[in-house]
C-alpha cells in the first residue's frame, strides 16, 4: 500500500502523517512536494495539516492553485481515496472537493486538546472500519475549525449522509460544550459525493501510538487499507 | 560627521568614556554608521558588558557538553549518535510594547539560534511572569497576557514546533515589566552540529530570507534601557514576524545543511547584520566585506546604517563554499527564498562595509564582538533586605485548611494553566509523550528508545528574598521536576532578568544569583550551555524581582518509563520523599492567605537534593514508580492536589507527619528537595530499601483511591475535600479572568 502525503510550504503535520502510515502501520509512504506533477502511483492521498503559505490570505487558500492540486483531483475524480486533515481539509474545501469552509474557532482561539467525536457513517474508505456510532478520542489543533455551509449545502449533506464524523461528549452524546469551535451540526468531518475524498479537523495521525495519548486514529488508516484491499488496487 | 556631541551619543546608548574607546578602537573618530554599530554591538544586550565578569564563574563543561556557551546555542550529548541543542531567551521588553509581536518574535529568534546550529527544533517552552490580573493594572495586564500567549501560540503553532510546558506566574514586580523567557530545543546529529563562523577566504557570503525594512533599529539598545511613560513610542523598534518565512528558512536550511557546502551561518537577531558579519568574522578569525546594495530590501532610500542596525526578522547570514553557489541557490529557489550573494570572506579581519562600492565603515570585527568594555560595576547589599528577611509566623492565625487549599488552589500562579497551553499546540510532530500540564515537558526521540524531559522554573519571591538561594532553589527545582519524570538532568540554560545594572543594589543581585547558580549547578553536576542575560528590567525606577528562569533538560533511556504527576489507579502507595520543616518563609500561603512577602526562602541542601533526584531517576528506571510530582508551589497538600487532578476523579487518603509543625507549616510549607511519587503495593519495600541506600527520608503516607482528598497530620484529618469540588476551582480561576463576564 502507498500512501502519499502532499507537502506545500507551510504544511507542518506532513511529517505526522509519513510517520504514522510509514512507521507506525509499516506502509510506503512518499512526501509529494507541491510543485510536482504526479502522485508517484500512490494509492491514498493525504493533505496534511499545518499553516499552507502561512495561512495568511484564508486557510488553504493559496494551496488550492499549487502545481500538484491538479493531480490530486485528477486522482479524487478518479475514486482514489483522499484524506485531508486539518489544513488539509480547509484545502480541500477551498478547491471545492469539499463543500462549505471553516471559519475561526467560536471563541476565537486556537485549541490543542483531545476531544471526542462519532463516527456517522462507515461507507467511506476511511470509515468502513469502524462502526456507527463508535466514539474516537482524538486531537484537534486549530484556530479555524468552525464548520459552516449554507442551508442547501447542510442539508444535503445530512441527506445524503455525508456528516462522517461529529463532536461529541465522551458518551456520545451531542452537546454544546464538546463543540470545541462551533460547528454547525457539530461537524468534524465530511465527504464528497462519491464518498472518497474526506476532511475532517482532528488529526487521526497523532493519534496512532499508545504513548501519545489515544490509538483512535488507526480506525482510519486500517479503513483505508481495508478498502483497497478489497476493491483491488486503484492506482494514480 | 566629526562633531559626536553628548546627546548623539545618549541617543545610542553610549558613555563618553566608551566614545573613547571606539576612537581608540578604530584609531580615529567614527562616523554616523560606525557609531550606529557599535552602539547595538556594545549595549548591553550583545556585548553582556555589566555581566560577563560573573558569567565566567559559572560551570559549563561536562562529559555531554558538545558546545558550551559562546554559539548560537549550547549542546549535549544524548547517546544514539544524536546531540540535545537548547537555549532559553527573553523577549521582555519588546512583549510589554507590543505583547503579540514581542512574543511571537521572541519564539522565532529562539527557534532560529536552533537551527542555526544544524538542529531541527523539536520542542518549545515558555516561563512568563505578569503583575496582577486584578487591581488598578488588572484590565491592561490581562491584555498583555492574551497578547502574549497569542503571539506565542501565533508563531510556534504556525512553524510546527510543540509547545509541551511552561510557567507562568503573577506578581506585583512585573507589572510594568512583563518577563517572556522563551526556551527551544532540538536534535541534530552530534558530528554534525553547525557553527556560525566566516571561513575561506573568497569564500562568498549570502543574505537569506525576509527583506530588510526599517522595523527594530536599535532594539538591541531598547533592550538595555529602563523603562518610563515614553516607552510606547518605542514601539517602532519592536518587529514583526513571519513564521510562515521561517518556516520556509527552517526547512531551506537544514536541506543545506545536510550536505557539506555551507561553511557558517548565523541568524540576523539584535544588531542585525551588524551583528552577524562581525561575529562570524570574529569567530572564524577573517574579514568580510558586503555590500550593501545587495541586501534585498523592503523599503526604498535606507541608508547604511539603518541597513547594518535593521532587526527585521526572518533573516540569516551565510557562508558558503566558493564554486558551490549554484548548489546552495538551487536549494533556496526550491523553497521559494532568494539567497542574495553581499559580500565575501577576506583575510583581514576587517568588517567592511560600502554602498554601491563606496566605502561607508571599517571596522575590525574583534573591535565589535571583543572588545566591547567589561565592567565590574559595584555592588551592595540592598538594604531592603533586613526588612522583608525578619519574619515572624507565630502572630499569624492558622488559616482553616480547606479554605486556604481552594484559595491557593484558584491563585493564578498556581491554578489550571489550560486557558493557556490549550492555545499551544503541544502535540505537533506526534512526540509529545507528556502533554502540556502534566509534569515536564517530554518529547520521545523517534529511532531510539529515548525521550527528553524539559523543565524551566525560577521563582521571583525566592529571588526578591535571597538571590543566591532563589537562584539555587531555581536549579534545584527544575533539576527535580525533569527527574520526576525519569530524566537524568544532563545540561542546563539560564534566563537572567534583573534590573538596572548601574544600580550597585542590582547588581549583587545579580552576582549573587550567578553564584547561587553555580554553586547548584556544580553540586548538581548540571554544566550551564548557554542562556542569556536581560537586564534594566525596570519601569519608573522600579525593579521586577531578581529573577533567574533556569531550564533544564534531562534524559530518559527508555521512553516506555516515562512518568507524569498524575495518579494512575486506585490503591497505589503514596511515598513521600523528603521533609518538612517550618519553612513558610517566601510561599504560595503567605502571600496568597496573609498577604506577605517576607522570611527566608526554604534551605537547600545541594547534596540531599542530589541524593533524591538520583533516588527518582534510579526508581523510574527500576520501574517502581507510576507517577512523580516535585513538592514546591503550595506545599504538599497543593502537590497531592495536583497528583489527583486531570484523572477523571482519583482522590488520595493520606497521614502526614505533623513533626511538630503548626497545621498550616505542615500543610502548605515548601521544603525544597520533596517529591510525591505512587507505587504499586507490591514495590513499596524495594522503593523504601532504595531511599534508605540513597539516604533519602521516604516514608508511605497512603494511598490513592476514593473521590475526596484526605490529609490527616498525625492521625488528626486536617482536610478532607471533595476531590471534584477542588479541581473545579483549580479549573477554573484563570479561565475565569478572560471570560466575556469577568467583573473587575
Known sequence: ?236 | MSTVDAALLERHGLTPDEYERIVAALGREPNLTELGMFSVMWSEHCSYKSSRVHLRTLPTAGRRVLQGPGENAGAVDIGDGLAAVFKIESHNHPSFIEPYQGAATGVGGIIRDIFTMGARPVALMNSLRFGPMDGPHGARTRRIVEGVVAGIAGYGNSIGIPTVGGEIAFEEPYTGNPLVNVFCLGLSRADALVKGRADGVGNPVYYVGAKTGRDGIHGATMASAEFDDTSAEKRPAVQVGDPFMEKLLLEACLELMKGDALIGVQDMGAAGLTCATSEMGARGGRGIEIDVRHVPQRETGMTPYEIMLSESQERMLLVVKKGREREVEEIFDKWDLHAAQVGVVTGDGLLRVKDRGTLVAEIPNVALVDEAPVYNRPMSRPAYLDEVRRFDPSPLPVADPQDALFRILSAPTVANKRWVYRQYDHMVRTNTIVLAGMGAGVVRVKGTSRALAMSVDGNGRYGYLDPRRGAMLAVAEAARNVACAGAEPIGATNCLNFGNPERPEIMWQFAEAVQGIGEACRALDVPITGGNVSLYNETDGKAIYPTAVIGVVGLIDDAALTLSRTFRGEGDAIVLFGETFDELGGSEYLKTIHAQVSGEPPRLDLRRERALIELLVRSARAGLLRSAHDCSDGGVAVTLAECAFDTGGLGCDVDLPAGGLREDAALFSESASRAIVTAAEADVSSLLQMAARAGVPARPIGRTGGARLRIALDGRLALDCDLREAERRWSAALEGYFSPTYQV
Open chain 1, 1 to 236: 500500500m502507498k500512501f502519499a502525503v502532499i507537502v506545500f510550504p507551510g504544511s507542518n503535520c506532513d511529517h505526522d502523517a509519513y510517520h504514522a502510515a510509514k512507521h507506525v502501520l509499516g506502509h510506503d509512504a512518499e512526501f509529494v512536494w507541491h510543485k510536482e506533477t504526479s502522485l508517484k502511483g500512490a494509492e491514498v492521498v493525504i493533505l496534511p495539516g499545518g499553516f499552507s503559505y502561512g495561512d495568511y490570505l484564508r486557510t488553504g487558500a493559496i494551496a488550492q492553485f499549487s502545481p500538484v492540486m491538479t493531480a490530486v483531483r485528477e486522482f479524487a475524480m478518479a475514486g482514489g481515496p483522499l484524506l485531508g486533515i486539518c489544513n488539509g481539509f480547509q484545502v480541500l474545501c477551498e478547491a471545492k472537493l469539499l463543500p462549505g469552509a471553516l471559519l475561526r474557532n467560536k471563541d476565537l482561539k486556537f485549541h490543542c486538546e483531545h476531544i471526542r467525536v462519532r463516527v456517522e457513517q462507515t461507507d467511506t474508505p476511511f470509515t468502513l472500519r469502524a462502526t456507527r456510532g463508535q466514539v474516537l478520542k482524538l486531537p484537534i489543533a486549530h484556530g479555524e475549525g468552525n464548520y459552516v455551509a449554507d442551508p442547501a449545502t447542510l442539508e444535503a449533506l445530512e441527506s445524503q449522509g455525508r456528516v462522517i464524523f461529529r463532536y461529541c461528549d465522551a458518551e456520545g452524546r451531542l452537546t454544546e460544550e464538546a463543540n470545541p469551535n462551533g460547528s454547525l451540526n457539530a461537524i468534524a468531518g465530511i465527504c464528497n459525493e462519491t464518498r472518497n475524498v474526506v476532511g475532517l479537523m482532528p488529526h487521526p495521525e497523532r493519534a496512532c501510538e499508545a504513548p501519545l495519548g489515544s490509538r483512535d486514529g488507526l480506525v482510519l488508516f486500517d479503513s483505508v487499507v481495508a478498502s483497497l484491499a478489497s476493491s483491488g488496487a486503484l492506482t494514480a
